[in-house]
């Protein structure tokens, strides 16, 4: 008789781009069930992408060995390659391409997130500039309006829902899109008492929770913003001490925000003017512990980048900076009293090559942490400002989220080579000469990682059991390329062991201290700055700056005028897009648990806009843009604004091999034709699609 | 009804279906069946937001059940010790009777055995002093594990508070 053995381990999620804390039970070397890290999220909570991995674990229906292309690029055709032979055929490319252009001529693009050090260590190492992410389709207004504002990107401060008070929620659909540990945050703040207000351009689940709710025209949300800040400055309601202390270029802003009254805003969004000075009274009685959430996706508009930085605003006029309920700098492990955790990224020597998508020299207000990733098939294809001839793409699909595939993929398509890291198929891996399969989150062991927050930790990701088939870690796969290339000396370890080592002598742990909670704190306690002295504003002015240096150095307005959001052409609708609880941009939809509870997304269309054009619920509707046409089924609403239609992100996957999900659903990026472009916050205005609906 | 109960908190619940996988996951059930669900009923204008309601539907574990009378090999049962309703898979001929009998749609057919299995409210992990995969789960821990008792009274407390919360609405 066998004995059955069960035992528990401590890891960190990867299939969104949230990364919870999760702990395996694993049951005879099988994973049993994932749950929430009970030490961090204060019980085995977990959303349902996350548990549902155990599924993906099993599955056949993904990368289950390296495969080289045998046929013409996105034939279909593959041969099943050993590692040695892929990474042999990925390394003599980029040998033989790298010699010829120089290491610039080699891009390599991620999801972005804490895991990043291995990748763009080797990126750097091999001498190129050229790292981005996906950030171009998600974050970049906000990062870069906070860069401006406060010299920091937005992920350096925390939302504290713990002691919020009141907060408006701009589209940010918390409790659909979301993470464990914040949607349960934010459902305990509202268990307490907390206020919210909501404003989207359609309703949602989390419109369903709020105390007020507003369908407001995509855009005009800056106008409502505009609104408020009028009020709180001319009724003086901000909160001076820390306006005093902290804010320069309040004189600029008063001077700017004067025409833009709660009567104007009226006019503009259709909320009430007497309805905005509620709010901004509201806002300033629970001063400093708001929360004014904008969320991550926020590749709306073009000029999205103001309505971000009028947040920020509004949270300087609040004094909400560091304040209990409000925004909470993350501290790291120098402020425990440690020497930080050992990056690889540090070991090579610095590129000075200027960056393939014009950071730092053709846009210098834009950071290059995250990049541009829509300048990437323009780079290629007109070879400016210098051939880029190699594309690695780490866990990462372009050609579902950013907008326009078929002008993405016109650029790859040009490539010399063209290489792809996954755990699942994706658009760009069936068009890339190889792939590389990595083993997923549950079967590898990733570098630790030092997660800021008011209270830092280190974290790891744990492998739980044995890969099921012939994938393999990151860390072995940098290592082997990083060895074939010569730069091997970048990367000083043999194993994830000795990698761990490494990376933690100068902190004094090691590998085992993590067994225990699966993570290490480093402070007992919440650690918060002083408020008076010593916020961390890493502005030239070391101030929150409401007219920002580094956009007046570049020529940029700090407050250009407000600028009404074009309505759609005649006949025709704004396409916006959203997630829910159980997918995550499309990587999710070929999951059977998560396919079988969403397999097909639908097309939201106002109820008296579908009366016009004789479309009933669950009808088909062909929706057509720029000579590209699809159906889908639609679901009519009162509750959206009539100017815009709304569908599910990622759905109407076009890789054969993963049959739940193959063509099922519409394709929306398809329908975002010209749309790479860079907005002055960095983002592709997403939204500026238009679409026309008739009966299919 | 059981010993048990599973309480729903409607103002935690954000219809995120966590508890639908974690149960499916941790019973290793196929596509199709599945032994719990949340109904979206909504949304609906309240008080000039729409609402929306979500409502859990597991087993009900009752005292006197529908399927257990209607099985007529002894297959479906009541377990002695607290009252958990299940199914003992050998004794199954699959004929269905408890599917048409239950007024909730709880029995699921299960394909692949050509037998009917459902919701034991986990009885393996209560067995061993845990609780079921879609309470421990869940992501806003909207679900709580509580007696008939509790759960009365977590209920009437509930709707008490409703009744504040919704004069702040007006």
Known sequence: MSVSTTKKIFSVCATCSVRCPIEVEVENGAIKHIWGNPHLIGGRHLCPRGTAQKATQADTERVQHPMIRDGERGSGKWKKASWDEALDYVADKLKTITDKYGGESVVLGDRGGPFTDLHKAFIKAIGSPNYFNQHATCSNSVHNAHNGIAGQRRNTVTYDWKNCNYAILYSRNIIESLGTKEAKDFIDA?????????????????????DRFFILRPGTEYALNLGLINVIVREKLYDAEFVNDWVVGMKALTAFVEPYTPEWAEKETGVSSKEIITIAHELANAKPSVILNQGWMTARSSDDYYFRRSIYILYGLLGAYEAPGGLLFNKNETHCGYKPLRKFVNLPPKVEKKRFDGIGWKYKHLSPDYGLGQMLPYAILNEDPYPVKAFIC???????????????????????????????????????????????????????????????????????????YDSKPKWWIIKQLAERLGIGQYFPYDSIETLIEWQLKDMGFKLSDFDEKGYIGLTPKQILFDRKTDLPFKTPTKKLEFVSSILEENGISSFPPYKSPEPPPDGNFRLITGKIAVHTQGTTLNNKYLNEIQSENRLWINTDEAKKLGIEDTDLVEVSCDGVSQNVRAAVTDFIHPEVVYTLHGYGREIPLQTRSYKKGLRDNVFMKGLLEVSVGGNCPIANCFVSIKKA | ????????????????????????????????????????????????????????????????????????????????????????????????????????????????????????????????????????????????????????????????????DSKSYL
């Open chain 1, 190 to 210: 509202l268990e307490r008492g907390m206020k919210f207000i909501y404003t989207d351009a359609r309703w949602t689940y989390t419109a369903a929770k709020a």
């Open chain 2, 1 to 164: 009804m059981s010993n048990y109960y599973i309480y729903q908190d409607q103002k935690r619940c954000i219809g995120c279906n966590a508890c639908e996988v974690h149960c499916k996951t941790k019973n290793d059930i196929s596509v199709g069946p599945s032994f719990c669900k949340i109904i979206p009923v909504g949304p609906k204008l309240s008080g000039g937001i729409p609402r929306i309601n979500f409502v859990f539907m597991p087993c009900f574990h009752c005292e006197s059940p529908w399927c257990v009378s209607a099985c007529p090999t002894g297959a479906m049962q009541k377990r002695a010790k607290d009252g958990i309703v299940f199914v003992d898979p050998p004794l199954c001929v699959g004929c269905k009777s408890c599917i048409t009998a239950c007024p909730w749609g709880t029995p699921q057919w299960n394909p692949e055995t050509g037998k009917v299995f459902k919701c034991d409210y986990c009885k393996d992990r209560i067995d061993e002093g845990l609780e079921p995969a879609c309470v421990t789960g869940c992501t806003t821990a909207a679900l709580k594990w509580v007696s008939p008792a509790e759960s009365s009274r977590m209920r009437r407390e509930f709707f008490a508070k409703t009744l504040v």
């Open chain 1, 394 to 468: 780490y866990r990462f699909d372009p050609l579902s989220s950013f907008p326009d595939p078929e002008a993405f993929k016109e650029g790859l398509m040009k490539l010399d080579l063209l290489v792809s890291v996954d755990i699942n198929f994706s658009h760009i891996g069936w068009i890339s000469d190889v792939i590389l399969p990595e083993a997923m989150h549950l079967e590898r062991t990733d570098p630790v990682i030092s997660k800021g927050g008011p209270k830092p930790a280190l974290w790891i990701r744990k492998q739980a059991v044995e890969p099921k």
